[in-house]
């Protein structure tokens, strides 16, 4: 179960993000239209920081509660995350919306906040569950948790997450491959070297043979 200390950094995160999120797309708009980008920026950042903050406050006192049931039903929240992280998300999406809306629109803006934010939250939340998931199973079945604790786990490149149709002229080198093609590339230079060298060599007895 997370601290006071833990809900205080994932809510002062989640503000921040917010609040970049916000800014960065007042900025844009701003742009397109043709305004104060400074005004723009500020007001959406301010506006997303306020939403923001309310969300991850409501949400983190959700997951909390949610968590600490978990003992008296013989549970691990790893076991409940996903549910957990669900409820609590379309929970705060839904209260944040209707109290917001109620702020500067009045009673009847609860009802759509409600059901606008709730939806978003909860389409937000089930996205980021779904991502984490696939990460957590690319790295089962990529082996890695097999492996010896001292032994490195190699590193992958973007290129190597790029799957390239077999009619493309285009195609990866194994590393056997691109090192067979760099000492081929080093024998031609060596080799060119090494003519040049002669042909200097030539040039100079040339002008030896001429001076006699």
Known sequence: MANNKEIAQHVFLGTGVSVLAGATTGATLAVLKNKSVKAYAASTGINCGVFGATFFIIRESFLSYQ??????????????????????????????GGLLSATFRGSRGVLPGCLLF?????????????ANRWRQDTIINSGYMNLPADKDIPTKKLWDYIEIPSWSPVRKLSNDEYNALLDSKLKTLEEEVKQIEREMQRQQQDKKDDGN
Do not use: F, H
């Open 67 to 96: 968590r600490k049931q978990n003992p008296s039903y013989g549970l691990k929240d790893s076991e409940t995350r996903d549910i957990d992280d669900l409820v609590s998300s379309a929970m705060a999406g839904v209260t944040t």
């Open 118 to 130: 709730g939806t978003i939250c909860t389409g937000g939340q089930l996205l980021y569950s779904a």
